[in-house]
Structures are given as C-alpha cells and as structure tokens.
C-alpha cells in the first residue's frame, strides 16, 4: 500500500509564497509522474503542474512563471514552489502519483493525497 501525505500548505496574503511537498511512502520500487491538482469549492480538480520521473515537466497556463514544480525521486517527494500568489489560487491542492510499481513487481496506477487547503488573501 502507498500513502501520499502533503505538507506545506496555509494562508497567504496576495503575492507571497507558499512551498507544498508531498512524500509518497510504502513498498516503492519506482513512480513515473508526479503532480499537483488543485480544486476550488464548487469547481472541478484540475492539474496545476505535472514531472516525469526524468524531469520533464508541464504546467496549466494559469500558473506557468509563478509555480515550479520539482521532485527528489530518491525519497520519492515532489515539491510545488508557489510564488506571486492571487486570490483565484485559493483551493485545495493534491498530489498524484501516477505509474506506481510496487517493490514486489504490482503496478497501480495513480494514487492521491487527501489534500492540503491554500488560501490567499487579498
């Protein structure tokens, strides 16, 4: 089985910065993607930034020059530095694990953390 726990979220004025991390633990041979998801109340969860297990990486329009997404695949943690914050950021965000092999060979899918609240005053 494998947890994500997500960390780092809060409240924030508009234009400061906020650091997320998400560790993924248990039997983990490896992880292909890592991502960020965010939802705001009476929308739809929706990608914020995604990284591939060599680095690549793609961001929704609305964040891209203002977050950066990176990952340590040796302690299997992914980071999303948030910076220029606005009130619109304002959501919870989520971590995705997509591409899961298990150290006994099982492969799954994806898996999610229960989400780390961001709010940003204006």
């Known amino acids: 089985q494998v947890q994500l726990v997500e960390s780092g979220g809060g409240l924030v004025q508009a234009g400061g910065s906020l650091r997320l991390a998400c560790v993924a633990s248990g039997s983990i041979f490896s992880i292909n993607n890592m991502g960020w998801y965010r939802q705001a109340p009476g929308k739809q969860r929706g990608l914020v930034a995604v990284?591939?297990?060599?680095?690549?990486?793609n961001y929704a329009d609305s964040v891209k020059g203002r977050f950066t997404i990176s990952r340590d695949n040796a302690k299997n943690t992914v980071y999303l530095q948030m910076n220029s914050l606005k009130p619109e950021d304002t959501a919870v965000y989520y971590c995705k694990a997509e591409g899961v092999v298990a150290r006994d060979g099982r492969y799954a899918l994806n898996y999610w953390g229960q989400g780390t609240q961001v709010s940003v005053s204006s």
């Open positions: 990284i591939t297990r060599g680095g690549g990486t």
